[in-house]
């Protein structure tokens, strides 16, 4: 069975499209990836790579096609646009061209933003007459007004005319969150295209590992990891930071980089948080696991937005897998999962003395009693979100429609 993926970020950049493609070639299946140019998080091309570089390579099996784009740079506005819009693009005439010269059995989107990459998709699958199943990772439009801050009603209605109509060309819409249910539904009768698909974590977060990290200050670890950006919300958890200012044993552990980091540090600075905030950077995913390992508690966040609300965020699913109880600061879904997996304690989004409070209640809690929360986090995921599960319900999904 030949497959092709259609995502604009791939490998060597760190996403679930890599586990997914890696995955079923290992499977025996016949991948290819039609994606972008590496650059993100950096915003500038990775190293080896450009626009005359390694457009066509095998990355473990897996035949990988690049198109063009315009580096997303810092993140602006208009530059973000011009990465979107442009890999669309030229996305969609390599995708024409690919479909003349090879013929593919199912096409598979994986989307998280833009939704603009399910537009290549579309022209295949409609070319080919070949099942397409679009992976929604991330809500559209509604992102574009929870992390995007869009309020303009022309953008907001031609997107929302691009989503009715992408998912109008799919013959399967796979769900990442059991909330985005309603959001989809609400655009069109969709309910008989809806598979709950979640995210599974990356194999290292459920693998003992050796890997040296630096040394980490000594105290009652709060962990975060991840993206440091506008939506997790770090006004918030650097207010409850500034609470627990003089509960010295009390350290913040941020391991990331984003559009927000430049903020937090000058929070620490300007509020003396040195002795219990501590912002790390960007370490590679191999090295997660000793980082996870020495935290007392990870921490989740997100904004009070709608969207949000409807999201169970990936990295849960990383904390659960490597067995590490969970602090979180959110709404909905995420939340209710927390509660479920009874994995740890959830206090309401934006909720910052709630999380103080609760951060130093779990500090004075038993070692067995973070470990039981661990546990439980850790079994759950291995009953429900384990990337053999996903893969083996994704095989099944296929290999369903290709019998029609």
Known sequence: MKILIVTQYFYPEDFKCNDMAFDLSARGYDVTVLTGIPNYPSGSFFKGYGLFRKRSEVINGVK??????????????????????????????????????????AVIVHEISPVTQGIPAVVVRNRQRIP??????????ESLVSAGGVTNT?????????VRWLYNN??????????????????????????????????????????????LPVGFRVMFAGNIGVSQDFDHIMQAALYLKAVKHIKFILIGDGRRKPWVDEFVRENGLQETVYCLGRFPLETMPAFFAAADVMLLSLKDELIFNLTVPAKLQAYMAAGKPVM????????????????????????????????TELSEMQKSQLCDMGMNGKRYYQNNFTKDLCMDHLVKILEERRGE
């Not at 096609?65 to 005439?93: D, E, M, Q």
């Not at 397409?132 to 439009?141: A, G, S």
């Not at 995210?199 to 630096?214: C, G, K, L, R, Y």
């Open 328 to 359: 979180g600061m959110l709404n909905g879904e995420g939340a209710a999962l927390i509660a479920e997996a009874r994995c740890g304690i959830a206090v309401p989004a934006g909720a910052s003395r709630d999380l103080a409070d609760k951060i």
């Open 154 to 162: 022309y953008v907001l209605s031609f997107f929302g005319k691009m």
């Open 170 to 215: 799919s013959d399967q819409i796979l769900i990442s969150s059991r909330g985005f249910e309603q959001s989809i539904l609400e655009k069109g009768d969709y309910r008989n295209k809806l598979i709950y698909f979640p995210n599974w974590a990356e194999d290292v977060f459920s693998e003992h590992t050796d890997v040296q990290i630096p040394a």
């Open 64 to 105: 990988v096609k690049r198109a063009l784009l315009t580096p997303r740079g810092k993140g602006g506005g208009l530059r973000l646009a011009l990465n979107y819009f442009s890999w669309a693009f030229f996305a969609s005439v390599r995708a024409f061209f690919l479909s003349l010269r090879y013929r593919y059995d």
């Open 132 to 141: 397409l199943y679009f992976w929604v990772l991330d809500l559209w439009p």
